[in-house]
């Protein structure tokens, strides 16, 4: 048998809480999504004004940073042809998200879950996403 550690309902939506406080601090709203330990979502958020077109990217960052174990902005050099890892954007269905804003969630260095974050420029999609896991730890005490 396994022991698999996963995000709870309470634990996305305290992750939701940290990015939307970033987000009305930068004055962007955003699409915010938490996948769990699998890359399935746990919960979601578009706050007024976010971008449509950011809800599935949103959700994809979540699924990918999850999934893979890695924020998502690592796999757009490495996926560039002649690359590594050229056309992995192309596999899970579509669904694997190479622009940054995708960050895995870690607790005592094994990835629990995932957040994902659109509707900025990639640069504030991270820096919204690294605001949400520092207020999660903050508001948990849980180490990363």
Partial sequence: MLKIDRLA????????????KKSHDMGIPMCIAVADEAGN???FDRMNGG???SISI??????TAAAARNPTHVYNQLCQ????TFGIHVTNNGHFCIIG???????????????GVSSG?????VEVAEAALRYFYEATGLKE
Avoid: C, H, M, Y
């Fill in 9 to 20: 309902l309470e634990d996305a939506r305290i992750l939701i809480e940290g990015a939307t």
């Fill in 41 to 43: 979502l746990v919960a």
């Fill in 51 to 53: 971008k449509i077109s």
């Fill in 58 to 63: 949103a959700i994809d960052k979540a699924f």
């Fill in 81 to 84: 042809p002649g690359q590594p």
């Fill in 101 to 115: 804003g995708g960050l895995p969630v870690r607790l005592n260095g094994v990835v629990v879950g995932g957040v």
């Fill in 121 to 125: 420029t990639a640069l504030q999609d």
